[in-house]
């Protein structure tokens, strides 16, 4: 028995030796295989203009696509080692873009002006990992510990790679600032911007990976694991909604909707977004009042919008803030009885926006349903 543990020992050892590819994310799927299954659905996995139709959209209308500079390829195909002008077809591009080795390699991030940047470890043998209960150690390689003569067995890291848990960005929530942070256009304008607000816990990994079940591991059987389909307006949205908080009072000429963002940012981020509060109030079964209440940030020149990379200033910005309690009031009287329905949602991209793009057909790109309230006046 221990003889047998002895040569697998060595064997594994010597698979944690080896470079980890950067392009590569199937091989995970081995020990990791529910983390596997949520990243293949995960934007990550869909960054590239072949698979996330609003990236090629804007791409397509990009003036550097003439002059064959593909500038977006540092966060949206960093693991593409072909790519030395335009994005071809290739398994990097339609597989993982960027894969799961590529974040769990991110050593740092460096802060710039325009956008940040990711700095990767040069132990190619070594992913980052978090677990608070090991957050002292930075080199943790497979062991089989064993006890009671051998009967009951213990593994310890990984047979594939070395683990580091003393990175304090993957608890901290940094490591995602390198893409998700800012983004500056050749005007010095910040097209987009996180500008995150902490309060206590509350970070990009506690809201966008929460705590699912399953293990997140098949050598070491733990009840939950974070999830890594990065829940946000493409996928998974509905994890966001309970930092949504919706309530309705009745007043003696009206009522008022109050809407609660419980995040640490804007609602919605990019421009090209589009939140709305339906208002929908029946009375005898028949509609007898509705209001739509649009939110959204609003780029371009001077007064009028414009695609990003003209965009010199905010023309308009409604959106609701981090930690903000927005109080919107209607002056329609209601009575005992009426049926009130209260909608709160988004537009990935704004309709009207979508219409200019050519791609206000594409099913994905429908209103996304985030908090409902139904109610009786009573």
């Not at 993957?170 to 390198?178: I, R």
């Amino acid at each position: 028995m221990k003889f047998l543990i002895f040569i697998t020992l060595l064997f594994n050892l010597g698979f944690a030796a080896k470079v980890i590819p950067l392009n590569s994310s199937k091989v995970c799927q081995k020990c990791h295989p529910l983390i596997y299954k949520e990243y293949k659905t995960s934007m990550h996995r869909k960054a590239s203009i072949f698979s996330d139709e609003v990236h090629k959209a804007i791409w397509d209308k990009h003036p550097l696509k003439k002059k064959n500079k593909y500038t977006c390829k540092k966060c949206h195909t960093p693991v593409d080692k072909d790519l030395k002008v335009l994005p071809q077809k290739n398994s990097a591009q339609l597989q993982n873009p960027i894969s799961c080795v590529y974040c769990h390699q991110i050593q740092d991030v460096k802060e710039h002006a325009k956008s940040n940047e990711n700095i990767l470890t040069t132990k190619r043998d070594t992913l980052y990992g978090a677990r608070k209960s090991e957050k002292n150690k930075h080199d943790v390689s497979y062991s089989v510990k064993s006890s009671f003569f051998g009967l009951i067995t213990k593994e310890e890291g990984s047979p594939f790679h070395h683990i580091d848990f003393s990175n304090e960005n993957y608890y901290s929530g940094k490591t995602c600032m390198g893409c998700h942070s800012h983004k500056q256009n050749k005007h010095h304008f910040s097209v987009c911007e996180t500008d995150f607000q902490q309060k206590g816990k509350q970070n990009c990994i506690e809201c966008h990976m929460p705590k699912v079940p399953g293990s997140f591991t098949t050598l070491k059987n733990t009840k939950t694991h974070r999830f890594h389909g990065f829940a946000g307006v493409s996928q998974n949205s509905e994890m966001l909604a309970k930092y949504v908080d919706l309530s309705f009072i009745k007043q003696s000429n009206g009522f008022s909707v109050t809407i609660v963002n419980k995040a640490g940012h804007e609602l919605f981020l990019h421009p090209l977004r589009l939140a709305q509060l339906r208002i929908k109030i029946s009375r005898s079964n028949k509609v007898i009042f509705s209001k739509t209440e649009s939110f959204k940030r609003v780029i371009g020149i001077d007064k009028k919008p414009s695609p990003p990379w003209l965009a010199t200033n905010v023309v308009k910005d409604n959106q609701i803030k981090a930690y903000e309690k927005r109080v919107i009031n209607f002056p329609f009287k209601l009575q005992k009885g009426d049926s009130v329905e209260i909608i709160f949602g988004f537009y990935k991209v704004d309709p009207k926006m979508a219409k200019k793009l050519s791609i206000q057909n594409n099913e994905n790109l429908k209103f996304h349903l985030l908090k409902k309230l139904e109610m009786e006046v009573q």
